[in-house]
C-alpha cells in the first residue's frame, strides 16, 4: 500500500523533530562535560573568591556564597555567572569542613536541583528569585569532584 502525501509529510517532520532534539541534547550534555573557558571578569571574580578563601572553610565559602546571593536577581545573569565563580574558586582553595559532603546528591543525581531549593529554603532565599541555587550547585560540583 502506497503512502499518501500527508504521512509522508508526517514522518518527514517526525525525523527532522527527532534529529532536531537529539541535536539540542548532545549540545547541552557538550556543554555540561566541555564547559567554555571564563572571561577576564569571571577570572577575577575566581581570584576573589580564592582570596576569601585564605580567610574559611568550605561550609564559609558556602555561607559567604550564600550572602552574596540575596542581593542578586533572577534576571542578572552576568552578576550570577560571576557569583559562580566567586563561590568555585572559594571552595577550591578553602579549609576542609569535616562532613562538608554528607549528604550532598552527585552531579548526575537527578534530585539534585530539588535539594539546591530545599537548601535556600533552609536559609530563608527564595531559590528563584536569587542566586541562591548557584550557591549549592557549586557545592554538588565540588563535592562529586567535578573541579578536579
Not at 562535560?33 to 577575577?44: M, Q, R, T, V
Not at 555561607?63 to 552578576?79: H, L, N, S
Amino acid at each position: 500500500m502506497p503512502l499518501t502525501a500527508t504521512t509522508k509529510i508526517l514522518i518527514a517532520l517526525g525525523i527532522v523533530v527527532f534529529v532536531f532534539v537529539i541535536g539540542i541534547g548532545a549540545f547541552l550534555v557538550w556543554m555540561i562535560l566541555f564547559p567554555g573557558k571564563p572571561s577576564p571578569a569571571d577570572e577575577a571574580k575566581i581570584a576573589e573568591g580564592r582570596e576569601f578563601a585564605k580567610t574559611t572553610d568550605q561550609q564559609g565559602c558556602i555561607t559567604e556564597g550564600v550572602k552574596r546571593a540575596r542581593q542578586i536577581g533572577f534576571f542578572d545573569i552576568d552578576k550570577k555567572v560571576a557569583h559562580k565563580y566567586f563561590v568555585a574558586g572559594c571552595l577550591q582553595n578553602s579549609r576542609p569542613t569535616p562532613g562538608f559532603c554528607d549528604d550532598v546528591p552527585g552531579f548526575w543525581n537527578f534530585k539534585g536541583k530539588e535539594w539546591e531549593q530545599a537548601q535556600c529554603e533552609k536559609v530563608g532565599l527564595n531559590p528563584l528569585g536569587t542566586a541562591c541555587e548557584i550557591v549549592y550547585e557549586e557545592q554538588i560540583d565540588f563535592c562529586s569532584g567535578h573541579y578536579k
